[in-house]
């Protein structure tokens, strides 16, 4: 997993070193919720913790040391196009972009799109997943710190094969779902082009979305 670019390399670093820890103590893997509750409570969240840990679309709540996850179920599992630039962002810088407070008015239509994803992802209405990325709460603070990225956004944006497309994380990299895998590639050529006019290199891959999580497998 790439460093510093919101893909939750931290999670992922942690959760690896914790479920090795485990079973070289315990000779397994502990329940998931226990590791969960571990490597959530290292993380201050539990989002990436959960994706490392569980796999699959998660919703998550909780504070520094209260955390929970719940399934998202999908009606269809798409696969997920990646754009990664090859620029570090570190957190500390993106949370410092963030503004101090938000106005109502973003907070409701951010409310209101989350409703709109997860209605998608559930009956498989991409028109729905599509309106449900789009974010006016960090976004417009942390695009901008890349040059290219905004203009990167709107690209993918653009693309009949893609439906929806969102900033990683704190960034940079991007994220869109993929609807026809025909037309994947000039998407995400598209979104290179961008960053590359503005002086950024990065790369692009395509994921499926790994549903059994965090596993335990023993070399000989």
Known sequence: VPLARGLGSSAAARAVGTAAGYALRDGGLPRREELFQAVAGGEGHGDNAAAAI??????????????????VPIAVEPEVLLVIPDVLLETSRARAALPASHDLPSIVANLQN???LLSGLGSGNWDAVKRGCHDRIHE???LGLIPGLEEALRELRRQPALAGAWLSGAGPA??????DTRGADSAASSALLALEGN??????????????GIELKVLA
């Open 140 to 142: 417009p603070s942390r």
């Open 114 to 116: 989350l409703a709109l």
């Open 54 to 71: 569980f796999g699959g679309v998660r919703v998550c709540a909780g504070g520094e040391k209260d955390h929970h996850c719940w399934p």
């Open 174 to 179: 991007l994220a869109a779902f993929v609807t």
């Open 199 to 212: 002086g950024i290199a990065a790369m692009a891959t395509t994921l499926s979305i790994n549903t059994t």
